[in-house]
């Protein structure tokens, strides 16, 4: 298994922008896809973006597309969000997300932006977007 933690959160106004990184523990980082998940208020948690684990093949959702960028490095064990653009909507409690995949499974679409498909989560750190 493996403990997220993450961190970066913050107020910004409209438009700034914020890098939130997930640091992993262990030594296995690589066998991890990792995902960005967000829940507002009164909202589902919904998916944000994914990561295979060895950095190749990203996916977003249409929201965030072109404003948002998933990377990782396996030898920090870290993921981040660098997110730009942001707008109020944007505001949420953000999660970032692993999925045990060491053979490099392709996930379907469906099943990417699932959060059953991802068994280990971080706390969670608070985006505020003002306008």
């Known amino acids: 298994q493996v403990q997220l933690v993450d961190t970066g959160g913050g107020l910004v106004q409209a438009g700034a922008s914020l890098r939130l990184s997930c640091a992993a523990s262990?030594?296995?980082?690589?066998?991890?896809?990792m995902a960005w998940f967000r829940q507002a208020p009164g909202k589902e948690r919904e998916f944000v973006a994914c990561?295979?684990?060895?950095?190749?093949?990203?996916h977003y959702a249409d929201s965030v597309k072109g404003r948002f960028t998933i990377s990782r490095d396996n030898a920090k064990n870290t993921a981040y969000l660098q997110m730009n653009i942001l707008k109020p909507e944007d505001t949420a409690v953000y999660y970032c997300a692993a999925a045990f995949n060491p053979s490099g499974k392709a996930w379907s679409r469906s099943a990417m932006g699932s959060p059953g498909t991802y068994h280990y989560w971080g706390q969670g750190t608070q985006v505020t977007v003002s306008s």
């Open positions: 262990g030594r296995t980082f690589s066998d991890y896809d």
């Open positions: 990561l295979s684990g060895g950095g190749g093949l990203t």
